[in-house]
Structure formats: C-alpha cells, structure tokens
C-alpha cells in the first residue's frame, strides 16, 4: 500500500529558508506574499510575474536585512553578496523556489510566466500570516449554529444546515481555544519580563481585543446564554421532523458528509451530528469556557499585581530621597549644606504643607461603640420567617421528579412486561403521576445510560389534562 510522502522531490529541503541565518526575513517576504496572493485585498486580477514578485520581496528585504543571527552556520543568506538587498532578493524568491514554497506557471494571457504558492507552500504561509493578522472575527459562532438549527428545522431546511451548524459547533471551541492560548502565551511573556514599560503595550492590545472580540463571546455569543436554545432546537429536530423529512435529510448527508459516514456510531448518521453538537456546546459551555475566563482573570491580576509593585517601588524612592539629602546634608560643610538646601528649596518650593486641627480628632463614646458593635452582627431570622422559606422550599419541591428516577422505572416496567411501554398507557392517577408522563420523554432522551429509546406514534395522546404526540418506549436495539 503506497503512502504519501511529503518530503520528497522539490519539498526534499522544504523548511530550509526557515533554518537559515535570515529566518525572520524569510517569514515576513512569505506573510507578504500571501497577503498580496490571498490576502483580503489580493489582486485576482493580474497574475504576479518576476518583476512584480521583486518589486513585492524589495521593500520587505530592505526592512528586515539587518535581522541575521549570527550564531548560525553559514549560507546562501550571509555571504558577501547578501549585503546587497537587490541580491538577497533574488537569493529569498531562488530558495522560495528551489525548496518548494512557490511554484512557477504559464500565464497565457500576458504571455509570461507567472509565480503563486505551492498547495503546501499557502498552507504554512499562512499560518505565519495569521499570527500576525489582527482578529477581524466577529465570534458568533454560537449563534451561527443556533441560527443553522433553526434553519435546518424550516420547510426549506435541508443536510446542508445541519453541517453548518456543526462547523459552527466546532468554531465555538476554536475561538474559547485560541484565547486560552493567547492569554496563556501572555501571561508566560509576562512572567519572563516583568516590568511594567515593556507589558504595557501588550495589555493595551489585551484591552482593545477584548473590545472588539472577547466582550461579545462573554456576552451575546456566550455558550452559557445560546445553550438552553440549542438545545431546545436539537430536540425539536429530533421529535419533530416526519419521516419522509427525516429520510431525505439521512440520504442528504450519506452523501455530502462522507466523513461522518466513516466517523459515525449507530444506524443513523443524523442523530450521530445531533449528539455530536450537543457534546461539543457542552463541552465549550462546562470546560473551555471557564478555564477561558480563569485565563483572563490569572492575566488581569498578574498585570494589575505588577503595577501595584511598581507604584510601590517608585513610591518608596520618593520616600527614599529626602533620607538621601539628609546623608549628603551630613557629608557636607556648611556651606556645601546652605547650597544643597537652597536648590532643594527651590525645588520643594511649589509644596504647599498644612497641619490638621487637632480638635477635629474625637474619641468615641461608650454608647457609639456599643452601638457599632450591634449593627455588625449579624440579624437572626425568626421562627416565622423560617417557616415561610422551609414552606416554599417543599411546595416547589413537591412534584419535582427525577429523570433517572423515571429511567430506572421505566427499565424495571420494561424487563416486568418483556414488550415495549406506550405513553398514553400509563394512568394519571396522582399529580405526582401527571407530571411522570409529562417528563418521560425528557427523561428518556436524557438518561444517562443511553439504553432507552423514545419513538414518537402517529397517535396522539388526549385526556383532561394534556394533549400531545404518543411515544413509545423501549430498550435500544442496537446495545
């Protein structure tokens, strides 16, 4: 079985200009390449030919030639002739070529030959151009797939609004990761360099990202507000689509989700996504989420400790200086001492100095201080007021039913009756009975086990005190 081999042909040496002496210069010329190639403001228009390609290198070579690191061995990038920035451009775009980053066309409109990035070449160039390209998302991932639910749940819905919104799924742990990863790299360059001057700077930029992408992602594309109305939209999809929607959905996605065919566990790739959607808005909601915002409160304070040390320390040579003039003071003759008092003097000389009155101090009485001893301890609540919240606690408690509590009767009917439980079989007797048959299906779709199924019945249900869709239920096949 023959497999694909990356480092071979021209990519044989493909991560050698990033080895170089002039790496710093290599990744930049290929930030600028791809901006200028598949940047926001690529021109699609007119191909790049060989002089376009050198008047884009040029400038960039220029900017970063005095980037060599001297401690490398020597190459094509710190002869003699690289001190020429027209030669060095030649040495880059020849290497670029050579190693297999950039490729070279016919251009059969302008007759010339053209350059672009090999496939594997765009795929690192833009990794390096990414790093360094400020966030321009917008971070409502969250909401793109409660709204590609909700789409999926109309009558035009189809597959391909119920793959967005896994592709929406995923992004949401994309965005939590990447600012986990970004405030993490923050606080490691803050503990390696620990003064203010050179931090600033950086919380600055923290400061306006947070303006511009991380409010909203704790705010309106929050996973802890969207994850009710997500989920409300994966079970409206699950009991709500008829058959014929269900089957042509199925067929929709055996055919453009090839890789949740292979992926898949179960008979049904469509409640496959549905439960994959709900463990990832889970996951971004219980775990990256948090560990997102004890990131940015770790950052916060480390920061907001280190400008706390600084004032201190320059607070404390503030103080420190008048201890420094009384030792040159005692160093000094008289008149070294008349004359280093007078420049004092006129230094000091804007400072004004006022004495408080000595009557506006006052002792408290024996009655003031009793009386702020009592209000600082802390009011007992009293038999009644116990009564009423121990009241309210029971009546909302009292039919409040437990999901596995239903599961495990539901398991103990299913194994006594050894045939499948319908909904409308089961009597109301009691209200606490009424309110079972209600959360049954809830209780069965989110039992822990996952052993139970709930199949929704042509008939409906119709009594005095509900009326809805007849379920039936039954253990799982497929275990």
């Known amino acids: 079985m023959s497999a694909n081999v990356f480092f071979e042909a021209e990519r044989q040496r493909f991560f050698r200009p990033l080895s170089s002496s002039r790496r710093e210069l290599v990744s930049a010329c290929l930030r600028a390449l791809f901006e200028r190639l598949h940047g926001p403001a690529a021109d699609y228009v007119h191909n790049l030919n060989r002089e376009a390609l050198k008047e884009l290198i040029a400038p960039v070579v220029r900017e970063h030639q005095s980037e060599l690191d001297t401690d490398a061995e020597q190459d094509e990038f710190n002869t003699t002739d690289a001190v020429d920035p027209q030669q060095l451009t030649v040495t880059v775009i020849r290497a670029l070529l050579?190693?297999?980053?950039?490729?070279?066309?016919?251009?059969?409109?302008?007759?010339?030959?053209?350059?672009?990035?090999?496939?594997?070449?765009?795929?690192?160039?833009?990794?390096?151009?990414?790093?360094?390209?400020?966030?321009?998302?917008?971070?409502?991932?969250?909401?793109?797939?409660?709204?590609?639910?909700?789409?999926?749940?109309?009558?035009?819905?189809?597959?391909?609004?119920?793959?967005?919104?896994?592709?929406?799924?995923?992004?949401?742990?994309?965005?939590?990761?990447e600012g986990i990863d970004y405030l993490q790299e923050r606080i490691r360059h803050l503990m390696q360099e620990a003064t203010v001057h050179s931090q600033w700077d950086d919380f600055v930029e923290f400061l306006d990202r947070f303006q511009r992408d991380y409010s909203k992602q704790l705010t309106a594309d929050s996973a802890t507000l969207n994850r009710q109305g997500i989920r409300q939209k994966i079970e409206?999809?699950?009991?709500?689509?008829?058959?014929?929607?269900?089957?042509?959905?199925?067929?929709?996605?055996?055919?453009i989700a090839q890789w949740a065919v292979k992926e898949h566990t179960g008979s049904s790739v469509f409640e496959w996504l549905l439960d994959r959607i709900d463990d990832i808005v889970n996951a971004a909601c219980d775990t990256k989420q948090p560990t997102f915002v004890r990131a940015m409160d770790t950052y916060i304070r480390r920061i907001t400790?280190?400008?706390?040390?600084?004032?201190?320390?320059?607070?404390?040579?503030?103080?420190?200086?008048?201890?420094?003039a009384i030792s040159k003071l005692a160093e000094r003759d008289k008149a070294g001492q008349d004359k280093l008092l007078q420049t004092i003097g006129e230094q000091i000389s804007c400072v004004e100095i006022r004495l408080?009155?000595?009557?506006?101090?006052?002792?408290?009485?024996?009655?003031?201080?009793?009386?702020?001893?009592?209000?600082?301890?802390?009011?007992?609540?009293?038999?009644?007021?116990?009564?009423?919240?121990?009241?309210?606690?029971?009546?909302?408690?009292?039919?409040?039913?437990?999901?596995?509590?239903?599961?495990?009767?539901?398991?103990?009917?299913?194994?006594?009756?050894?045939?499948?439980?319908?909904?409308?079989?089961?009597?109301?007797?009691?209200?606490?009975d009424l309110i079972s048959n209600m959360q049954a299906v809830e209780?069965?779709?989110?039992?822990?086990?996952?052993?139970?199924?709930?199949?929704?019945?042509?008939?409906?249900?119709?009594?005095?005190?509900?009326?809805?869709?007849?379920?039936?239920?039954d253990f799982k096949r497929d275990l």
Not at 138 to 157: D, F, H, K, P, V
Not at 307 to 324: C, D, E, K, P
């Open 443 to 473: 209780a069965v779709r989110n039992t822990k086990g996952r052993d139970l199924a709930a199949t929704r019945l042509p008939g409906r249900v119709e009594n005095e005190f509900y009326s809805g869709y007849d379920y039936e239920f």
């Open 236 to 255: 409206m999809l699950r009991v709500s689509l008829d058959s014929q929607k269900y089957k042509r959905v199925e067929e929709q996605l055996q055919d």
């Open 356 to 432: 408080l009155d000595p009557s506006s101090f006052k002792l408290r009485s024996a009655t003031q201080r009793r009386k702020a001893a009592t209000i600082s301890i802390q009011p007992r609540a009293s038999r009644a007021a116990r009564l009423e919240s121990f009241m309210k606690r029971a009546e909302s408690e009292a039919f409040a039913v437990a999901n596995e509590e239903l599961a495990s009767k539901l398991r103990g009917d299913l194994r006594l009756f050894q045939h499948p439980i319908h909904l409308s079989s089961l009597p109301p007797e009691t209200a606490r």
């Open 98 to 177: 050579r190693d297999g980053w950039l490729e070279q066309y016919p251009d059969r409109n302008g007759l010339v030959t053209a350059f672009r990035f090999s496939r594997p070449g765009k795929l690192f160039a833009e990794a390096f151009w990414a790093l360094h390209r400020p966030s321009r998302s917008r971070q409502r991932n969250m909401r793109g797939c409660r709204n590609a639910l909700e789409a999926a749940l109309s009558e035009r819905g189809d597959a391909h609004d119920l793959v967005d919104a896994y592709e929406y799924a995923e992004k949401v742990i994309e965005d939590l990761t």
């Open 305 to 324: 400790g280190l400008v706390q040390q600084s004032m201190m320390l320059r607070t404390g040579q503030n103080r420190h200086a008048y201890l420094n």
